[in-house]
């Protein structure tokens, strides 16, 4: 167990060093309203894709375990950032101050170009900027923020098997990051009768997935943090032809992410005309995601060693590798 943690933290590696927040507080030179606005609107598709990522990936068979079976996973989940969650309309935000010469400005995962906003600052005839950074698009993995994971699956009673996903808190790179995920899946094909005998497994697979990320912006400063909480919940209908050397597996469910991104700490802003503002706590953004989705996959099974790959359909399509050892 211990050399498996040690493989995701290295498959981790690229996501903490991708310095997806840097200055970022820059932002904070704004009035508050337009601060958070500005805030929500670049950090939103990270979101989306970790609810993606965390939704995907949870079977490569319909069939389930005998009693006690067991299988340990190591997957991968890679979600192709759309075009549109590169960048967002200026316009569409209904800034209360801040204006800019630029009509869109990037996200999290655009490029890595910046956008300059001005506004007066009250009281005064002096003009403020306020930069928002750019994204981290050029440190994509094939257009993806891939997602890691190590997965356990137990065979139950009543042809039922309990999975869970779970990594430990781990820093890096001035991150800390840690999941808990639990899922049940559920073998159909068992209240039809003579059909059970048959290579063809029917289960609906339900699962609930935390994932914390605690971001260090400023090493001076260490309660100057980038907070992100997720919370997903995914249900699906799973079909699979199960054969000795290989597995075809297909199915459609609906997944649901609650993401929460708080700036922490206090920050002292200086302005144009001489003074600062400092801030504590300043940001915060919630944002809900909702979808239906369809997957197929294949798995090749090598005796006790499966090799799998399956494609989800959703708003950020996504990948998901892995291989993993099974038993019963």
Request: charged share 10%.
């Amino acid at each position: 167990m211990k050399n498996l943690i040690i493989l995701i933290i290295s498959l981790t590696a690229p996501f903490l060093s991708a310095q997806l927040f840097d200055d970022i507080e820059n932002v904070l030179a704004a009035s508050t309203k337009d601060a958070n606005i500005l805030f929500e609107a670049y950090t939103a598709p990270l979101g989306e894709s970790f609810t993606y990522a965390l939704n995907s990936g949870w079977a490569s068979s319909a069939k389930t375990h005998k009693k006690l079976g067991i299988d340990l996973t190591i997957g991968l989940a890679s979600p192709s950032v759309s075009d549109g969650a590169k960048s967002f309309s200026i316009s569409a935000l209904n800034l209360e101050q801040l204006t800019s010469t630029a009509s869109s400005a990037n996200t999290v995962f655009g490029a890595k170009g910046g956008t300059t906003f001005t506004y007066t600052l009250p009281g005064t005839s002096t003009s403020q900027s306020v930069n928002i950074p750019g994204g981290i698009e050029d440190e994509l993995v094939m257009n993806s923020l891939p997602v890691p994971y190590i997965q356990a699956g137990l065979g139950l009673f009543f042809d039922t098997d309990v999975i869970v996903r779970y990594l430990p808190k781990t820093e890096n790179q001035g991150a800390q990051v840690d999941v808990f995920s639990i899922g049940l899946k559920h073998n159909l094909m068992q209240y039809f009768g003579l059909f059970d005998k048959l290579p063809l497994n029917v289960s609906l697979l339900g699962s609930y997935t935390s994932l914390n990320v605690n971001y260090g912006l400023n090493e001076a400063s260490p309660n100057q943090q980038i907070s992100v909480e997720v919370n997903t919940f995914m249900i699906q209908a799973l079909g699979s032809l199960d054969f000795p050397v290989i597995s075809i597996v297909g199915g459609f469910g609906y997944g649901k992410g609650d993401t929460v991104f708080n700036m922490l700490g206090d920050y002292t802003i200086p302005l144009a005309n001489g003074t600062s503002i400092t801030r504590s706590n300043p940001l915060s953004s919630e944002q809900t995601y909702t979808g239906t989705y369809a997957m197929i996959g294949a798995r090749a099974n090598l005796l006790f060693l499966k090799i799998f790959a399956n494609y989800t359909l959703q708003e950020f399509n996504t990948l998901n590798v892995g291989v993993s050892v099974s038993f019963r």
